[in-house]
């Protein structure tokens, strides 16, 4: 049997763990530069508030009804989301937890017995709540895909279930299958929802009762006979061990209002240059390839802006490296490259590809090997930032003012990653 664990509106418990005043009250988080809402409270849900709109336009309800708004507070989220997964770790080991996304993970339960299975999944829910102050639910089922299923509904009917569901029989899935639209599958898109309700399949349960054959001609194939599989019981989606090391690493960003001058821009992609670096060394990994792009804001035939396409390229190192000025160099390089002047920016992103372990970086004729020093002084750089926090040591090239950097006026404090911003009790 499989468990997944889901955080409810993880971005607002979040925010509601340090504010207990804002319990049951209606709270709305915003995306980066505060442009759209990306996570509700039920309470927010229930007053109308639409997920993934513009702020701006949802502005007037969340006044009206006294919405409590926060900008996005990513230091804080993830080291909540960490300790959420160290909990579900201790309690059934690491092997055992795939963490599928920031507030979401799933759980082997295959050494749990048949008949403790509910019990184990209500021990799940409120040792995570009781250690860690983040509300969850639970949803367990033999596949991945049902144990979703499961976790949607137990969500969708928390008067009933508690936030706990466990789908152990076949009359339990079978009603489970009945009750959801085929829309709400896992895996199953806006797209793909319409092309199946044209054949008469408006449920889950629909689906399930075609064949592999029907499935690999209308569902993309393999991809489709394994959700078909899944949702008939058919364990076909193997719990993944988390990956050590990340193949590619990117930090992108929105500016906090639109940008004109290449040096802002260089500042900006030199800064995140920076970022990516850091995340490189630290899971002990060198770089071949560094990419930037920008993103233009153009002006469209009514006077408003809108995105304009994104331009990037790329270059390849004379060798591997995790050093922050040896990939700044060719990163601002890249920034000439790209920028026109009169053109308005407003994102841009730096991505760091080819990676290989920093002890095992091939060697290059026409470039000087990589000297111990630079590894040595990036330890330093690495361990006093950590220690400080807030870039105490940072390049020039990233500059001091930084007038482009992301809006977040309705910031909470980070609690728990600052010294300086502690949560006071008195």
């Not at 049951?24 to 809402?37: E, F, Q, R, T, Y």
Request: hydrophobic share 40%.
């Amino acid at each position: 049997m499989k468990a997944i664990i889901d955080c409810n509106s993880f971005y607002c418990s979040c925010e509601r763990l340090f504010r207990p005043d804002l319990r049951n009250k209606p709270v709305v988080v915003l995306s980066n530069n505060d442009g759209c809402i990306i996570s509700r409270s039920d309470e927010a849900k229930q007053l109308g508030v639409g997920m993934a709109g513009p702020y701006f336009k949802a502005k007037p309800l969340i006044e009206q009804h006294k919405v409590a708004t926060f900008s996005s507070n990513y230091n804080l989220y993830g080291d909540l989301s960490w300790r959420v997964m160290e909990t579900l770790r201790t309690i059934v080991s690491a092997e055992r937890v795939e963490v599928y996304s920031v507030d979401e993970a799933f759980v082997d339960l295959t050494h749990i017995p048949p008949h403790e299975l509910q019990s184990f999944a209500i021990y799940l829910k409120e040792t995570v709540e009781q250690w860690t102050g983040i509300k969850v639910s639970v949803g367990v089922a033999p596949t991945k895909v049902l144990s979703k299923l499961a976790n949607r509904l137990a969500k969708k009917h928390k008067a009933a279930t508690d936030c706990v569901l466990v789908l152990d029989t076949p009359r339990k899935r079978e009603q489970a299958l009945q009750r959801t639209p085929v829309e709400d599958i896992w895996g199953v898109g806006y797209r793909y929802a319409e092309k199946l309700r044209r054949f008469n399949i408006n449920s889950a349960y629909d689906l399930a009762k075609h064949n592999a054959e029907w499935a690999h001609s209308h569902l993309g194939g393999v991809t489709g006979v394994r959700l078909l599989r899944e949702l008939q019981g058919i364990e076909s989606m193997q719990m993944l061990e988390e990956l050590d090391s990340k193949k590619m690493i990117a930090t992108t960003r929105m500016f906090g209002s639109p940008v004109s001058e290449v040096n802002d821009i260089r500042e900006a992609v030199a800064t995140y240059t920076s970022r990516a670096a850091e995340k490189l060394r630290r899971q002990q990994s060198a770089a071949n390839i560094i990419s930037v792009f920008v993103v233009p804001k153009e002006e469209s035939h009514t006077g408003r802006f809108r995105h304009g396409p994104t331009i990037s390229s790329y270059t390849s190192l004379p060798q591997a490296t995790s050093a922050t000025h040896e990939l700044i160099k060719p990163a601002v390089a890249l920034v000439d490259r790209l920028y026109e002047q009169g053109r308005l920016y407003k994102k841009a992103g730096v991505m760091l590809s080819g990676i290989v372990p920093d002890d095992s970086i091939q060697g290059n004729l026409f470039a000087p090997p990589e000297k111990n020093k630079h590894r040595l002084l990036m330890h330093m750089l690495d361990n006093v930032n950590f220690a400080m926090r807030n870039d105490i040591i940072k390049f020039a090239s990233s500059g001091t003012t930084r007038d482009w950097k992301m809006r977040q006026e309705l910031r909470s404090p980070r609690f728990t990653t600052r010294w300086e911003e502690l949560f006071k009790v008195s």
